[in-house]
């Protein structure tokens, strides 16, 4: 197999609109970090693949398919085999069409639309340089443990999910995989490849434009090998950053904070975190392997959906409110949802929600992409049960559509479970989840 890499510089000005935390209007002021597309561009005789890592937050599917058009057109690369793999800083534009059902402030002027169109050509020329840099590679393999991440639903002392607080002895994913590539002739570095799972978050709602912790991780690993560092974001719906920002909203509810960190320090903080436990699974490779045949597979996953409340539900809380609603800047979140659930349910059902995947794998390794913020059970799951050896879950690639969370989960409700109402007038079934993971088995078994 041949491997190329490329980065292009894909820092936005500052005034532009900041995506996350639900703030409307938050202007960038200054810029912590630039923002990166690092592309990992992998060929074996005719078939291609280009997984690159971008340091926005998402990517909704109609912008996805813009830039997989420029790529193609560009460098020839399959659409349907590039993957699009944000890392989910909230410090980035919101490179979203989409909207939060009920609100309408973040970014009113659509620069983040227009910015995205901006950069896509630099995106599909770094595709094209990759390209051109092709060499045969020998690849190493590791994982192992880190402390990046931490599960974010912490409970209050009445069991309720709230806060974003840390609790390291949840369930969570805690595993971290490295690739470490070669010129399998000169034996030269050629670039890197992290996987692991947290919110991109330690920055916090400050006004920097930042990659955030994963952008100093990034930086740490490249400076020490000279070499571009794909960073590809795992099951994040649960998971989010280890800081020491300590929170207490009340008695019942406190605990270090799992949500934003406090700024620059707290990005530093877990960005060398992660970087010590990727240079350490980096520096103890000595195996490489030079048979890494690539394949790939593209199907339709397809998934039950719902409105999220019944029609009498929508009308109750509609009565509810229509008597005081005209008299309040901005109708009630509730209220504006149950007008949005009673339109939906006057048209015709849509009961299946469907997206493109492709799963991509090389050797020992696959990639399955999810355009969700997944939650660690799955992770985990594919990971024990994939024909694989790692099997990495990314979270936010090719779509962006909230959260997915697990059974369990949605049982315990918080912010994960709510928020879901608020992206589309569907909320997928509670089952979505587990028939998300078996038809991404099916997928990989095809190929492995």
């Known amino acids: 197999m041949q491997v190329g890499f490329a980065t292009a510089d894909i820092t936005p000005g500052i005034g532009i609109y900041l995506t996350g935390y639900g703030m ?6 200054s810029i912590h970090s630039p923002l990166k597309a690092t592309v990992m561009l992998l060929k074996e005789g005719e078939c291609e693949a280009a997984v690159i890592g971008m340091d926005w937050c998402f990517v909704d599917w109609d912008l996805t398919q813009d830039i997989r058009r420029a790529i193609f ?3 020839g690369v399959p659409e349907k085999n590039i993957l699009l793999c944000c890392s989910h800083t909230h410090s980035a534009p919101h490179t979203t069409y989409m909207r939060t059902l009920g609100r309408v402030a973040v970014d009113p002027e659509n620069k983040g639309i227009e910015y995205v169109k901006q950069v896509t050509p630099a995106i599909a020329e770094a595709v094209c340089r990759a390209k051109a840099s092709l060499r045969e590679t ?12 931490v599960s974010r639903r912490g409970m209050d002392k009445n069991g309720n999910v709230a806060g974003f607080i840390a609790d390291p002895f949840a369930v969570y994913d805690s595993n971290m995989t490295a690739v470490r590539f070669k010129d399998a002739e000169t034996r030269e570095d050629l670039g890197i490849l992290i996987h692991c799972s947290a919110h991109n978050t330690a920055m916090g709602a400050d006004r920097n434009i930042s990659s955030d912790w994963c952008g100093v991780m990034k930086k740490r690993i490249g400076h020490y090998y000279n070499v571009p560092v794909v960073f590809t974001n795992g099951a994040i719906g649960d998971v989010g950053p280890r800081t020491n920002r300590w929170m207490a909203f009340s008695k019942e509810c406190f605990g270090y904070s799992a949500g934003g960190g406090d700024g620059v320090s707290s990005a530093e903080e877990v960005g060398y975190r992660a970087a010590s436990d990727a240079l350490r699974l980096l520096e103890n490779m000595r195996d490489y392997r030079s048979d890494l045949p ?7 996953i397809t998934l039950p959906q719902e409105p999220p409340i019944s029609e009498e539900d929508a009308r109750k809380i509609i009565a509810q409110y229509d008597s005081r609603v005209e008299k309040e800047a901005e109708p009630p979140l509730d209220y504006q949802l149950a007008k949005i659930a009673l339109e939906t349910w006057k048209q015709p059902p849509q009961p299946e929600f469907k997206f493109e995947q492709t799963v991509v794998a090389f050797g020992p390794l696959a990639f399955a992409p999810f355009p969700f913020e997944m939650f660690s059970v799955f992770s985990l799951r594919l990971r024990k049960y994939g024909p694989f050896q790692y099997t990495l879950l990314t979270s936010n690639t090719n779509g962006r559509n909230a959260y997915m969370p697990d059974r369990g989960a949605i049982a315990c ?13 569907y909320v997928l079934k509670p089952e979505a989840g587990d028939l998300a993971v078996a038809q991404t088995f099916k997928s990989l078994e095809s190929i492995s």
């Open 73 to 75: 057109e560009a460098a």
């Open 24 to 29: 409307p209007e938050r202007l960038a002021e």
């Open 294 to 300: 690539l394949k790939t597979n593209t199907v339709t």
């Open 413 to 425: 409700g918080g912010y994960e479970v709510t928020c879901r109402e608020t992206i589309r007038p």
């Open 138 to 149: 020998v690849a190493s393999f590791a994982a192992g443990k880190t402390e990046t991440g």
